[in-house]
């Protein structure tokens, strides 16, 4: 069982910054890679980036959906086991609830699709305020 705990969620002013980290409990080289995803109120749950995980190659790719390019950064922590989601330029839009998820397996779909994701964190509330 693989558990994702998210933190670093609050509340800050537009063009402020914060700082995602979301912690995974399990060791597994079977990873494939970890998404960050956000739902608004009244909204689904939509992509927002994801990094590739690979225990035998440091390569770290990454995709961004297109509202968040040039503000938003995703990197990892292989040691730490642990990754990060580093929010700048943020604007109220941005409010959302965001959840960390780990891919184990290559699945058919997009990276950006939820359903290609095996576990998920409780959320971290992210409100932008005007």
């Known amino acids: 069982q693989v558990q994702l705990v998210e933190s670093g969620g609050g509340l800050v002013q537009a063009g402020g910054s914060l700082r995602l980290s979301c912690a995974v409990s399990?060791?597994?080289?079977?990873?494939?890679?970890m998404g960050w995803f956000r739902q608004a109120p009244g909204k689904e749950r939509e992509f927002v980036a994801t990094?590739?995980?690979?225990?035998?190659?440091?390569?770290?790719?990454?995709a961004y959906a297109d509202s968040v390019k040039g503000r938003f950064a995703i990197s990892r922590d292989k040691f730490k086991n642990q990754v990060y989601l580093q929010m700048n330029s943020l604007k109220p839009e941005d409010t959302a609830v965001y959840y960390c998820?780990?891919?184990?397996?290559?699945?058919?779909?997009?990276?950006?699709?939820?359903?290609?994701?095996?576990?998920w964190g409780q959320g971290t509330q992210v409100t932008v305020s005007s």
């Open positions: 998820a780990a891919q184990m397996s290559v699945r058919p779909g997009p990276v950006s699709s939820a359903n290609v994701y095996d576990y």
């Open positions: 990094i590739t995980w690979s225990d035998s190659s440091a390569y770290a790719g990454s």
């Open positions: 399990a060791r597994t080289s079977s990873r494939v890679a």
